[in-house]
């Protein structure tokens, strides 16, 4: 994925006027927010695929998710976090606030080694929590910023583009990448909370000896290509907010 961004941005650097130079640029990031897009459908078609997989593949020990979720956390000690059900597919959660693992439709009751994974991973935020987790906690507080920045910052962008035509004011602009920025901080902040997770998760597994051989690389997979999804989300925020600084860029010079 970086590759791509050097030569598309290179493309920019080789023109004659600082206005085509950013233009490149900016169409560069267009093009590279497109193929990031792409790779995000191919990594989640690919966690369905490995899901549902999994999802057919009996728990040795014929733990449902429930179970499973329930055992890992009485052997971390942590007895004030309750485990229940969410409707839908792949909606899991830790909810810090009302502390409580929710699992979904497919995990809650199933007996499969991909139930078995995705409710130890859940428990893994539970552990992130309780232990005070530094990154877990940075992301917490930052759910209200994010929440507020993402669904105006468009807005703002759009609303500073049109005063920057008229009165060379960037102020408004830059404002606006920064909020798309502050969601970008989120997605890499999220990555060492997903991975630490899993790795939680698959430590425990193992340990326990709640899963073994063959069934704990089938689970290692499948939490291998969750982490996936966020790191892809991180890349596609990172080129997003590269984009509207290359097209403020290119308006400034028009």
């Not at 999802?55 to 956390?73: D, R, Y």
């Not at 901080?185 to 998760?201: G, K, M």
Request: with cysteine.
């Amino acid at each position: 994925m970086i590759q791509p961004l050097f030569i598309l941005l290179q493309a920019g650097y080789h023109t004659g006027s600082s206005a085509i130079h950013y233009s490149s640029a900016t169409t560069g990031m267009f093009f590279l927010i497109i193929i990031i897009g792409i790779a995000g459908y191919l990594v989640q078609a690919r966690l369905q695929s490995v899901f549902k997989k999994y999802s057919a593949i009996p728990f040795p020990n014929g733990l449902t998710g429930a179970e499973v979720a329930e055992k890992m956390l009485r052997d971390n000690n942590i007895h004030n976090v309750k485990v229940t059900h969410v409707a839908g597919q792949l909606t899991d959660h830790f909810n810090p606030q009302t502390m409580t693992v929710n699992l979904s439709d497919a995990v809650y009751a199933s007996n499969s080694v991909a139930a078995a994974a995705v409710a130890a991973h859940e428990c893994g935020h539970a552990i992130q929590h309780a232990r005070g987790y530094a990154p877990l906690t940075l992301r917490s507080q930052l759910v209200p910023i994010v929440q507020f920045a993402s669904t105006s910052a468009t807005w703002v962008i759009m609303l500073g583009l049109l005063i920057l035509a008229t009165t060379q004011n960037e102020l408004l602009c830059w404002i606006g990448v920064g909020m798309i920025a502050i969601s970008a901080i989120f997605s890499l902040v999220t990555l060492p909370v997903e991975y630490n997770a899993s790795a939680r998760a698959l430590e425990w597994l193992a340990t326990s000896r709640t899963m073994q051989g063959v069934q704990l690389v089938q689970a290692r997979e499948a939490l291998s290509w969750a982490a996936r999804t966020y790191l892809v989300a991180a890349l596609s925020a990172i080129a997003s907010v590269l984009y509207y600084v290359f097209l403020i860029l290119g308006r400034r010079n028009d």
